[in-house]
């Protein structure tokens, strides 16, 4: 069993819907993290967290330590937001990241 | 704003060379990472680095890879007799200063090639 779920694994959306990407993990965390990769490859820090929400621009992100289960908002989708979404978790003594799979976002004009 | 840079973007080598892969971190950042993915594969860790020494290190990484900071800027993995399944791409990246909890900034990833 993967230690870190997303779902779902594909997503297309009509710009301006609104998205909900989900993770769940099965292992202890200092945080969690949300990142970014685009077709060219390279991988951006969204967010990270160990608690409540936090909100950047379009992008919200909620954890639920209890329930080991966060979630990626996008409001307002546009077909710039289209990339593939990673959950990673962090945590011990290095604080290596174990990543999701991702989610494929295509956000359609 | 400061960011990690790898070089060379891509890289082709033949079977059972030796390559480097080159990183150089954030400079005030203390915590440096390779990780690694191969084509339609998530992300795999595969080494932590922290004062001068491995701190963890991965199955992956085995006696065929080694890391270095050979001087303050650089972070290198070298990889000692390439394997075809070592084709993908390989990512660094930094974290800090201070505590280790923090967001770990990613390099663009070089893009390793076995034939």
């Known amino acids: 069993k993967n230690e870190v779920e997303q779902s779902p694994q594909n997503l297309t959306a009509q710009e301006g819907e609104f998205i909900t990407i989900n993770c769940s993990y099965s292992?202890?965390?200092?945080?969690l993290h949300w990142l970014q990769q685009h077709p060219g490859g390279g991988i951006v820090s969204l967010f990270m967290?160990?608690?409540g929400k936090k909100k950047h621009g379009r992008l919200i992100a909620t954890i639920n330590i209890q329930e080991k289960h966060s979630s990626l908002h996008i409001t307002a989708s546009h077909p710039r937001d289209s990339a593939v979404y990673i959950c990673?978790?962090?945590?011990?003594?290095?604080?290596?990241?174990?990543f999701g799979t991702g989610t494929l976002l295509a956000v359609q004009p | 704003e400061p960011e990690v840079t790898q070089t060379p973007s891509h890289q082709v080598t033949q079977m059972g060379q030796e390559v480097i892969l080159r990183c150089v971190p954030i400079?005030?950042?203390?915590?440096f990472y390779w990780y690694r993915q191969i084509l339609g594969q998530k992300v795999e860790f595969l080494v932590s680095?922290?004062?001068?020494?491995?701190?963890?290190k991965s199955e992956i990484f085995d006696d065929q890879f080694s890391v270095e900071r050979p001087d303050g800027s650089n972070f290198t993995l070298k990889i000692r007799s390439t394997k075809l399944e070592d084709s993908a791409m390989y990512f660094c990246?930094?974290?800090?200063?201070?505590?280790?909890?923090?967001?770990?900034?990613f390099g663009p990833g070089t893009r390793l090639l076995v034939l």
């Open positions: 680095f922290y004062n001068n020494e491995i701190s963890e």
């Open positions: 292992v202890g965390i200092s945080a």
């Open positions: 990673a978790v962090g945590g011990g003594a290095t604080n290596k990241l174990i």
């Open positions: 400079s005030n950042h203390l915590y």
């Open positions: 990246a930094s974290s800090g200063p201070g505590t280790v909890q923090k967001t770990q900034y």
């Open positions: 967290l160990s608690s």
